[in-house]
C-alpha cells in the first residue's frame, strides 16, 4: 500500500538550530516526492521536489530509497519558516498522498 | 492568472442542507481535485478529474459528489449536510506530465465549512 508517514505532529526549535521534519514512505517502485507548505492563512504550495535536487528557502530534502525516507532538513531555522508542513507522494494516476502534517514552531 | 479560486471562503450550514461548493482554473490543467483537510489528518482525497466529463471517487467521497463539464470548473456537492463534514476544503489542479516532469498541484485558498 503507498502510504507516508510523518511521525511528528508538532516540531518546536529555537531560531537558529536546526531543523529535520521527518517523513517516510512506502511505495514499490520510484517514489515522486514532494514538500508543500502552508503559511499561516496561506494556501498550500510547493516548498520543492525531490527530482529538482533544489534548495528552497535553505531547505533541502534528499530521497533515501534504502531507508525510504525523505527528510526535510535546514540547517539554520527562521521564525517565518513556522508553518505547517506536508509529504507527499505521487502515487499512479495523479493523486497525491498526504502525510498527516508537522507544525514547526520556531521560537525567538 | 488567478491560478485556482474556490467560493465561498466559509459557510455554515444547518444539518440536513445541501451547497456546492465552487473551484475554477485557468491554467488550463487536466487534473483537479478536491481535498479535506482535518486538524491532525492531512488532507484527504475527496475526488478527483483526469479531464472534463472524467471524475473518480478518492479516499473519502461518501457525502459528496462532483461533476466536470468543463476544463475550468470542478464543483463540489454536498448533500445533506453532517457535523462529520465540518472541515476545511481544499481544490487543487495540475497539469499531469510524464514522471520526472513538473507535477506540482496548484492549491485554492479553502473554504471552511461548519455543520451544525
Known amino acids: 500500500a503507498q502510504r507516508v508517514t510523518q511521525p511528528e505532529k508538532l516540531l518546536s526549535v529555537f531560531k537558529g538550530a536546526p531543523v529535520e521534519l521527518k517523513c517516510n514512505y512506502s511505495?514499490?517502485?520510484?517514489?515522486?516526492l514532494f514538500w508543500y507548505v502552508q503559511y499561516s492563512r496561506q494556501r498550500l504550495q510547493l516548498l520543492l521536489r525531490h527530482i529538482s535536487r533544489e534548495s528552497i528557502k535553505g531547505f533541502t530534502a534528499d530521497l533515501n530509497k534504502g531507508e525510504t525516507s525523505f527528510h526535510l532538513k535546514k540547517p539554520f531555522a527562521q521564525e517565518e519558516d513556522s508553518a505547517m508542513y506536508y509529504c507527499a507522494l505521487l502515487s499512479p494516476g495523479g493523486k497525491l498522498i498526504f502525510g498527516q502534517g508537522t507544525e514547526l514552531s520556531v521560537k525567538p | 492568472n488567478a491560478g485556482v479560486t474556490q467560493t465561498p471562503k466559509f459557510r455554515i450550514l444547518k444539518i440536513g442542507q445541501s451547497m456546492t461548493l465552487q473551484c475554477a482554473q485557468d491554467m488550463n490543467h487536466n487534473y483537479m481535485y478536491w481535498y479535506r483537510q482535518d486538524p491532525g489528518m492531512g488532507l484527504k482525497l475527496i475526488y478527483y478529474?483526469?479531464?472534463?466529463?472524467?471524475?473518480d471517487k478518492g479516499e473519502v467521497p461518501n457525502g459528496y459528489n462532483v461533476s466536470r463539464s468543463t476544463t475550468e470548473d470542478f464543483p463540489l456537492r454536498l448533500e445533506l449536510a453532517a457535523p462529520s463534514q465540518t472541515s476545511v476544503y481544499f481544490c487543487?489542479?495540475?497539469?499531469?506530465?510524464?514522471?520526472?516532469?513538473?507535477?506540482?498541484?496548484?492549491f485554492g485558498p479553502g473554504t471552511r465549512l461548519t455543520v451544525l
Open positions: 478529474s483526469v479531464g472534463a466529463g472524467i471524475t
Open positions: 487543487a489542479s495540475s497539469y499531469l506530465g510524464l514522471a520526472g516532469t513538473n507535477n506540482e498541484q496548484f
Open positions: 511505495y514499490s517502485g520510484s517514489p515522486e
